[in-house]
């Protein structure tokens, strides 16, 4: 059932995007700070989720598996620093179904289609990254910011308003583009 609502997300998203992309100007190659505020500032989460309300978050999002880092798959391996593997980090597999679709046909789009993708919770950043860069942003825009960053207008700030920026432009590549195989 909260795949369902996954995907209305996701669709609210785009939809959401659209709307809001048609006010920037179609010439500006360059967008500013300014510009991307007027647009996806009200989409910033604040405050930060903490590691274990995060986790709770993913988990009712998707279905995830903990994983030991020497069941990683060498091409997701690959897509890790190497510090990363060898730290006392958690990894879990993102289950392949419909919750997660999105995300493995964008990163099979540009990887091999018999690896997987993991999440990794990295303790010396307390950060969650993936190796899919879409699942990325996206785990960097529901994590959150804090208030004083967005006050503040922090690089944290900045990255998530240009994240957010990011994330609607590729969900708008993907349902424009087909990434079936050739």
């Not at 909260?2 to 939809?15: E, M």
């Not at 709770?56 to 903990?66: D, I």
């Not at 990683?72 to 990894?91: H, R, T, Y």
């Not at 957010?164 to 583009?177: A, K, R, V």
Request: proline share 2%.
């Amino acid at each position: 059932m909260f795949c369902r609502y996954l995907w209305r997300d996701i669709t609210d998203c785009l939809h959401s995007y659209v709307e809001k992309s048609k006010k920037m100007t179609t010439n500006s190659v360059i967008i500013s700070l300014k510009e991307l505020e007027e647009i996806h500032g009200d989409e910033v989460i604040s405050p930060k989720k903490a590691f274990h309300e995060f986790v709770k978050f993913l988990s009712q999002k998707f279905n995830l598996s903990e994983t030991e880092v020497t069941k990683i798959d060498p091409v997701a391996m690959g897509s890790f620093p190497q510090e990363w593997l060898a730290e006392k980090n958690v990894f879990w597999l993102l289950q392949n179904d419909d919750c997660s679709d999105v995300f493995y046909r964008h990163y099979h789009a540009r990887y091999f289609h018999e690896s997987y993708v993991y999440i990794i919770y990295c303790n010396s950043s307390d950060n969650f990254y993936s190796n899919c860069a879409l699942l990325q942003l996206y785990l960097t825009i529901q994590r959150g910011i804090d208030l004083e960053d967005i006050a503040g207008k922090t690089p944290a700030y900045k990255d998530m308003i240009n994240s957010i920026y990011l994330y609607h432009e590729d969900l708008s590549f993907m349902t424009t583009t087909d990434l079936s195989e050739e």
